[in-house]
């Protein structure tokens, strides 16, 4: 059996990556993930406040003003909180490279292009396979179109684009108004690969402090179902590659997403809750179930539950919602 599938250009042993997380600042819990057979690695995201803050001086500015702005300063980290600096974020790359000679994926996370370009750059430089860019941006004002957050995610693609010669993917939120529409124009923009989805973190409140809370609340198998309705939508609409992040905890989870039409399926909640062993765990299983079902390899799965290739195609449409309700008892 064949597990081997290509991302982003690049030829992986298995379509399991390490996601974006704290896991990839850990030497010794990158070395246990290559042990455990994880095809290729994901960095955490270097943010754009960190490189913005370190180009342009302002974190001693923060720290002037630090009094008189106590209260909205408190919600972003200081310099020391963030795990690896910039600098220091670039060292990382290279010594996950030597250590493992997995393929590796820088991440940034940002809103705009300015303070990018040079960055991205670095990030080549540092011997990274891929970027990918994880736009965060939450509209808050009622007169800021949706026209205008899609071509904010656009602008950023197309000057990383302009900047490397890395392959580029984007993690992409759910909320955009049509999804096929925002990934054909990134295709176009020159992304080699779309990652479905970003999970934002909600805050809470809290009643007693009357102050908001926040908390990491860790995914579960349930929030893979949004996931894999995009994935059958976009496969074979768009001519990228697509990965799916978020809600994958078990061999079937992940099975589940390569049929919807995933090249590459990005770990994250269940290796923070399980230790970076359980790859291993889920690529055996994986393995064993497709050799159980006769396949030869990973790429006869790849979309074959997709929107144009299923059986039932109007699973994934209106039609399936409309009877799911009327056949509903109580």
Same mark, same amino acid.
């Given at each position: 059996?064949?597990?081997s599938?290509?991302y982003?250009? &690049? $030829?992986?042993?298995?379509? !399991?990556?390490?996601? +974006?997380?704290?896991l990839a600042?850990?030497?010794?819990?990158?070395?246990?993930?290559?042990?455990?057979g994880?095809?290729?690695?994901?960095m955490?995201?270097?943010?754009?406040?960190?490189?913005?803050?370190?180009?342009?001086?302002?974190?001693?500015?923060?720290? !002037?003003?630090?009094?008189?702005f106590?209260?909205?300063?408190?919600?972003? #980290?200081?310099p020391?909180?963030?795990?690896l600096g910039?600098?220091?974020?670039?060292?990382?790359i290279r010594?996950?490279?030597?250590?493992?000679?997995?393929?590796v994926?820088?991440?940034l996370?940002?809103?705009?292009?300015?303070?990018?370009?040079?960055?991205a750059?670095?990030?080549?430089?540092?011997?990274?396979?891929?970027?990918?860019?994880?736009?965060y941006y939450?509209?808050t004002?009622?007169?800021?179109?949706?026209?205008?957050v899609?071509?904010?995610?656009l602008?950023?693609?197309?000057t990383?684009?302009?900047?490397?010669? !890395? #392959?580029?993917?984007?993690?992409l939120?759910?909320?955009f =108004?049509?999804i096929?529409?925002?990934a054909?124009?990134l295709?176009l923009?020159?992304?080699?690969?779309l990652?479905?989805?970003?999970r934002?973190?909600?805050?809470?409140?809290?009643?007693?402090?009357?102050?908001?809370?926040?908390?990491l609340?860790l =995914?579960?198998?349930?929030?893979?179902l &949004?996931?894999?309705?995009?994935?059958?939508i976009?496969?074979?609409?768009?001519?990228?590659d697509?990965?799916?992040?978020?809600?994958?905890?078990?061999?079937?989870?992940?099975? $589940?997403a390569?049929?919807?039409?995933?090249?590459?399926v990005?770990?994250v909640?269940?290796? &923070?809750?399980r230790g970076?062993?359980?790859?291993?765990?889920?690529?055996?299983?994986?393995?064993?179930?497709f050799e159980a079902?006769?396949?030869?390899?990973v790429?006869?799965?790849i979309?074959s539950? +997709?929107?144009?290739?299923?059986?039932?195609?109007q699973?994934?449409?209106r039609?399936?919602y409309?009877? !799911?309700?009327a056949g509903w008892? #109580?």
């Amino acid at each position: 059996m064949d597990l081997s599938t290509s991302y982003l250009g &690049l $030829k992986l042993a298995n379509p !399991l990556l390490a996601g +974006s997380s704290p896991l990839a600042d850990d030497l010794d819990a990158v070395k246990r993930l290559a042990e455990a057979g994880v095809g290729g690695i994901v960095m955490h995201s270097i943010f754009e406040e960190q490189i913005t803050r370190e180009q342009l001086g302002t974190i001693m500015d923060m720290e !002037l003003h630090a009094e008189s702005f106590a209260e909205a300063l408190s919600y972003f #980290p200081s310099p020391e909180e963030y795990r690896l600096g910039p600098e220091r974020y670039l060292e990382q790359i290279r010594k996950v490279k030597e250590a493992t000679g997995l393929p590796v994926i820088g991440s940034l996370n940002g809103v705009t292009p300015a303070g990018w370009l040079d960055y991205a750059r670095h990030v080549e430089q540092a011997g990274a396979d891929a970027i990918e860019l994880n736009v965060y941006y939450l509209p808050t004002q009622p007169w800021e179109t949706g026209e205008e957050v899609e071509r904010r995610t656009l602008d950023i693609v197309r000057t990383v684009r302009g900047a490397v010669k !890395l #392959p580029i993917a984007v993690k992409l939120s759910p909320f955009f =108004s049509s999804i096929p529409n925002l990934a054909r124009q990134l295709e176009l923009a020159g992304a080699g690969a779309l990652v479905v989805f970003n999970r934002f973190y909600q805050p809470d409140i809290d009643i007693e402090a009357l102050e908001p809370k926040v908390h990491l609340e860790l =995914s579960t198998s349930a929030e893979l179902l &949004l996931r894999l309705r995009w994935l059958a939508i976009l496969s074979g609409q768009v001519k990228v590659d697509l990965a799916v992040t978020g809600g994958v905890h078990t061999a079937h989870d992940a099975i $589940k997403a390569l049929m919807a039409g995933a090249s590459a399926v990005q770990l994250v909640s269940v290796l &923070l809750a399980r230790g970076p062993e359980q790859v291993k765990v889920i690529r055996d299983v994986m393995q064993n179930w497709f050799e159980a079902h006769e396949y030869e390899s990973v790429q006869q799965a790849i979309g074959s539950m +997709s929107l144009r290739r299923s059986p039932s195609p109007q699973a994934f449409t209106r039609a399936n919602y409309q009877r !799911l309700l009327a056949g509903w008892r #109580p």
